[in-house]
């Protein structure tokens, strides 16, 4: 390498690292592609946990060496290059080998998540490997320390991943209800804040003066959105107890089970969407029917989800009553909503 000068050895030394950026990028289009391999027969569920734990260990120590390998001097020879390129390439297949091993049968939430996170470090390990491609060579960079670090953070994220499916659907369920509640939040400070929900906003030529009627709620505004509200609530209410149910009830020890889980999570994914388009449309200026509708469809959204929840082992006979109680609550709130803009049909 020497001999040849500097500017040939550092081609040379990079040569290895642009091959493995475009192998890496291959496996991380078989992984979003979808099922990118088979399950191991007889599945395991703490051996694949062990085996994948230890694979995202060893990605982390090869991200390490290889970003050392390139911030100091001399500079990497080609051969070596090779080498670190292949134990790279050999850690992130092995991360992703593990990964297959996890069979759908096992629950398809569970499944996203640890596909996700395998993404995340297939990402992780090709940034850096771009920003070693970018950056001066025999020098360490705050980007190279920075993509280095973000590959140990993807690849530590693996001891904090749900273990079943249970946990996972529980995971799933919580971060809905963060979105949903930080919604309903929103909503009532600005109702609380009176007339004018924009009365933060400097007032300006486009804007006009705050008196205008596009700024304000009227009198019947208000009444529609007291029920909206209340269809907000309830959906807040439904994740809370649902998201109980499941970690007091909830098992993944039969494929109904599993099934059953992640068809909860599937509908209640649907539900901080339509509140979040229920809560901008009753911004004003209100165009009634479009509340309407959007009320209609969280409204659906609610119903489907108790409806799921009701039929499934999460459920038991004496929880039913809450289930009932909701539907009520989400008929009441709906049918004052239609009442309030009958006349906008």
Same mark, same amino acid.
């Given at each position: ?92 297949l ?24 395998t ?14 491609l ?10 190279q ?23 996972? #659907?529980a995971?799933?369920? &919580? %971060?809905? @209800?963060?979105? !949903?509640?930080?919604? *309903?939040? /929103?909503?009532?400070? =600005? ?22 009627r ?75 029917? #479009?509340?309407?509708?959007? &009320? %209609?469809? @969280?409204?659906? !959204?609610?119903?489907? *989800?108790? /409806?799921?929840?009701? =039929?499934s ?33």
């Amino acid at each position: 390498c020497g001999a040849a000068g500097p500017v040939p050895a550092v081609m040379e030394a990079r040569e290895p690292l642009r091959e493995l950026r475009g192998a890496l990028r291959a496996v991380l289009g078989r992984i979003r592609e979808g099922e990118p391999g088979q399950g191991r027969d007889p599945f395991e569920l703490p051996r694949f946990w062990d085996a994948l734990g230890q694979a995202f260990k060893v990605t982390s120590q090869e991200a390490t060496k290889l970003s050392l390998a390139f911030s100091r001097s001399p500079l990497t020879s080609a051969e070596d290059c090779q080498k670190l390129g292949e134990d790279v390439q050999n850690a992130i297949l092995a991360v992703c080998t593990v990964y297959c091993w996890l069979p759908k049968g096992q629950g398809t939430t569970l499944r996203k998540m640890v596909r996700d996170a395998t993404t995340e470090v297939v990402e992780g390990m090709i940034q850096l490997i771009e920003t070693i491609l970018s950056s001066p060579l025999e020098s360490l960079s705050q980007e190279q320390l920075i993509s280095t670090a973000g590959v140990w953070e993807a690849c530590e994220q693996v001891s904090s991943l749900p273990r079943d499916n249970q946990a996972a #659907v529980a995971s799933t369920l &919580a %971060a809905c @209800l963060g979105v !949903v509640k930080d919604a *309903v939040k /929103e909503m009532e400070q =600005a109702l609380v804040e009176g007339q004018d929900p924009y009365s933060d906003i400097l007032e300006d030529e486009e804007l006009g003066f705050r008196g205008n009627r596009d700024t304000y709620w009227s009198e019947a505004d208000r009444r529609l959105l007291s029920s909206c509200m209340g269809l907000m609530k309830a959906s807040k209410a439904c994740l809370k107890k649902i998201l109980g149910v499941v970690k007091a009830y909830g098992k993944a020890d039969t494929a109904e089970q599993i099934t059953q889980l992640d068809d909860l999570a599937d509908i209640a994914h649907q539900i901080s969407p339509s509140v979040d388009e229920l809560a901008l449309s009753m911004y004003p200026p209100v165009n009634q029917l #479009v509340v309407r509708l959007n &009320a %209609a469809k @969280l409204a659906s !959204v609610l119903k489907k *989800v108790l /409806e799921i929840t009701k =039929a499934s082992h999460v459920c038991p006979l004496p929880e039913e009553g809450w289930v009932q109680f909701l539907t009520g609550a989400v008929d009441h709130n709906m049918n004052k909503i239609k009442n309030l803009t009958q006349g906008q049909l």
